[in-house]
């Protein structure tokens, strides 16, 4: 089992960065594979980006691709999402989830999940 905690959130301009964290508990943060999801008002939950747990593959949502970089530390048990030149649409509510596996990127397929960070984008 793992924990994990988000921070970084808040509010930023259009066009501005962000870059979100998330610690992980424990000690097999690396045998997860990490991901970040977000959740609109309003709107389903999605995925926004994933890495396998060396961090030798990532994958990443069509709508952030080329703005959006997950990385992870696995000796400091996190994971980092860096937001670049963020969109109104961008706003939501991000979360830091775990998994075991590397398949399909449907949030149902997540085990773990911190208590997510607010992320708003004003334009």
């Known amino acids: 089992q793992v924990q994990l905690v988000e921070s970084g959130g808040g509010l930023v301009q259009a066009g501005g960065s962000l870059r979100l964290s998330c610690e992980a508990s424990g000690r097999t943060f690396s045998r997860y594979v990490m991901g970040w999801l977000r959740q609109a008002p309003g709107k389903d939950r999605e995925f926004v980006a994933a890495?396998?747990?060396?961090?030798?593959?990532?994958d990443y949502a069509d709508s952030v691709k080329g703005r959006f970089t997950i990385s992870r530390d696995n000796a400091k048990n996190t994971v980092s999402l860096q937001m670049n030149r963020l969109k109104p649409e961008d706003t939501a509510v991000y979360y830091c989830a775990a998994r075991g596996s590397w398949s399909n990127h449907r949030p149902s397929e997540y085990d773990y999940w911190g208590q997510g960070t607010q992320v708003t984008v004003s334009s």
């Open positions: 890495i396998t747990w060396s961090g030798g593959m990532t």
